[in-house]
Nanobody, 119 residues
């Protein structure tokens, strides 16, 4: 059974930093493309950052230069380092895994972790 467990959310002041973690079990982690998405109240879930199995990264324009996604295949964990946080970064952040399965891809989500940026 595949499980994604996020941690590291919380309340932080504008300009502060947080580091989110997502631990994955039940899959061959190194083969997965991993991503972070976020959903603010009343808005659709949107992509924040992704990292491929080969380590290539993609970021939403709104977080470029402030957020960094990384992965540790030995720990089956993906991270999102968030610096220079803004109130508009407030959202529930979700970890996503895309796992190759034969000729198709299976997708899994974590339960989400709340990030609140406020003074």
């Amino acid at each position: 059974q595949v499980q994604l467990v996020e941690s590291g959310g919380g309340l932080v002041q504008p300009g502060g930093s947080l580091r989110l973690s997502c631990a994955v079990s039940g899959s061959i982690f190194r083969r997965n493309a991993m991503g972070w998405y976020r959903q603010a109240p009343g808005q659709q879930r949107q992509l924040v950052a992704v990292i491929t199995s080969g380590g290539s990264t993609t970021y939403a324009d709104s977080v470029k230069g402030r957020f960094t996604i990384s992965r540790d295949n030995a720990k089956n964990t993906v991270y999102l380092q968030m610096n220079s946080l803004k109130p508009e970064d407030t959202a529930v952040y979700y970890c996503n895994a895309k796992m190759p399965s034969g000729i198709s891809t299976r997708e899994y989500w974590g339960q989400g972790t709340q990030v609140t940026v406020s003074s």
